[in-house]
Nanobody
Framework: QVQLVESGGGLVQPGGSLKLSCAAS????????MGWYRQAPGKQRELVAR?????????NYADSVKGRFTISRDNAKKTVYLQMNSLKPEDTAVYYC?????????????????WGQGTQVTVSS
């Protein structure tokens, strides 16, 4: 079994900052790409940022967060982070961690997509 556990959400004023963390645990052979998605009330879940596993990680961001959010990962800790600066009310959403993980399954290795439980981020004065 694999678990992704997020932390770091909360209430922040516009212009403020938050840092989200997501730690993976379980029978993990390799963590491939990792990312953050968000879902606001009445809207579809959308990609916020994603980082690959090779080297220092290739990143991509939603246009709405470019220049404000930074995704990073610590492979030794099996953790992905999302540093969010200059937060706006429209960033309010539940943020979900996502990871493409190869796990041990008996004598096999199986690739699958995993999600965290979500953490609420509210930007309001």
């Amino acid at each position: 079994q694999v678990q992704l556990v997020e932390s770091g959400g909360g209430l922040v004023q516009p212009g403020g900052s938050l840092k989200l963390s997501c730690a993976a645990s379980g029978s993990i052979f390799r963590i491939n790409a990792m990312g953050w998605y968000r879902q606001a009330p009445g809207k579809q879940r959308e990609l916020v940022a994603r980082i690959t596993s090779n080297g220092s990680g290739v990143t991509n961001y939603a246009d709405s967060v470019k220049g404000r959010f930074t995704i990073s990962r610590d492979n030794a800790k099996k953790t992905v982070y999302l540093q969010m600066n200059s937060l706006k009310p429209e960033d309010t959403a539940v943020y979900y961690c996502n990871a493409d993980i190869t796990v041990y399954s008996g004598t096999f290795r199986v690739n699958d997509d995993y999600w965290g439980q979500g953490t609420q981020v509210t930007v309001s004065s």
